[in-house]
């Protein structure tokens, strides 16, 4: 096919921990293979884990390269870099050189034919390990001899003394850090409350509730871009917020002036707080000469501030982290494209003279 290309005469190849050839005499052959980014990391002796463990490690290494080796040759080479990795982690060379020898003693065609694991039909002793325990093996070898002289029938009932194995303990890691996430406990008979803007409804002279409608999103006419409002808003809270011309009549009801804010701290540190300000520049008459983009526009001929001003919060942030208020207000500046590019008197979609101005 065009574009690919086969090489025949390739004669290896890598699969698992297996490289596979082909001899000069047209065998299949077998060695270890190892990536490049391998780093030793076998378990160290003085780990706490049974003596065992760290004992039987060595020759449950040696014992996997005489599977895997099909040459005498790889296997002493490949035995004699297991010896030294060993070593370099804190095991003893005698006890690594009589694991290997006791390896090397066994038939790769015996130990390559396929059986069936024995059933453990004893019973299991679980218990965590810790290194001060006693010879929990040995005790229960001793207490099952003593129970099998003292009752002739335990030989029926309690043939074998107990499987004894070990749970690891918790380690420093378990202890620091919860690897689970604490599950948010609900009480009974609460309601979960919807999602989307709801006005309060609690106050008589809440301005908000004067100047906005419920909503669950919002789809800007002009752009086609819209912003589905994942949180429960009221009044009260603090984030970010649309200031939107509802005029139906003249330029208005073809640009969709849209004004994208964002809460401050203090006096003005909720929604309602917030569009007060706005409402304030708007028709008192200490701010007739404003330059502030809201205010100006529905200051403009035409204009009805009841009528026309509407506010939509859409996203609850903490007031506590500026950045992150700044951020989401120059992410909807842009997601919106209400960056004012006219002066303050001339009408446009946009009305951010620039992002983070008020």
Not at 132 to 154: E, F, Q, S
Not at 251 to 271: D, K, M, N, Q
Not at 284 to 299: A, I, N, S
């Amino acid at each position: 096919m065009e574009g690919e290309s086969y090489n025949f005469e390739t004669r290896a190849i890598n699969f698992l921990d297996l490289t596979i050839w082909i001899d000069q005499a047209g065998y299949l052959q077998t060695t270890l293979y190892q990536k490049p980014c391998r780093v030793v990391s076998y378990l160290l002796p003085s780990s706490s884990h049974p003596g065992f463990i760290s004992k039987n490690i060595p020759y449950s290494l040696a014992f996997r390269l005489v599977r895997i080796e099909s040459t005498e040759r790889g296997l002493e080479v490949n035995l004699g870099i297991l010896e030294e990795e060993l070593v370099s982690r804190g095991y003893r060379r005698a006890s690594v050189k009589a694991a290997l020898d006791k390896a090397r003693s066994l038939s790769r065609t015996a130990i390559l034919v396929k059986t069936q694991p024995s059933q453990n039909q004893r019973p299991v002793f679980c218990l965590p390990y810790d290194a001060r325990l006693p010879g929990i093996t040995d005790i229960l070898r001793k207490r099952h001899r003593a129970l099998l002289a003292n009752d002739v029938d335990a030989n029926e009932y309690f043939p074998s003394p107990p499987l004894v194995t070990y749970t690891r303990t918790k380690n420093l890691r378990n202890l620091i850090f919860r690897a689970k996430v604490p599950r948010i406990m609900r009480r009974p008979g609460l309601r979960t409350r919807p999602n989307g803007f709801f006005k309060c409804g609690k106050r008589a002279n809440c301005t908000l509730c004067r100047y906005s409608t419920n909503a669950s999103s919002y789809t800007c006419p002009l752009t086609g871009e819209s912003v589905t409002l994942t949180q429960h808003i009221s009044c009260q809270n603090v984030g970010i917020y649309l200031i939107l011309c509802k005029k139906n009549t003249g330029p208005c009801s073809r640009l969709f002036p849209t004004y994208v804010g964002i809460t401050g701290e203090g006096e003005a540190s909720s929604f309602t707080h917030r569009l007060g300000g706005h409402v304030g520049t708007a028709t008192q008459k200490c701010h007739e000469d404003t330059l502030k983009t809201v205010g100006r526009h529905f200051r403009s001929a035409g204009h009805c501030v009841e009528r026309d001003l509407r506010m939509l919060p859409i996203e609850i942030i903490n007031p506590q982290n500026p950045f992150l208020l700044r951020a989401r207000e120059n992410f909807y500046i842009e997601k919106f494209q209400t960056e004012k590019r006219l002066s303050v008197y001339e009408l446009e979609h946009g009305m951010n003279l620039n992002r983070g101005q008020r």
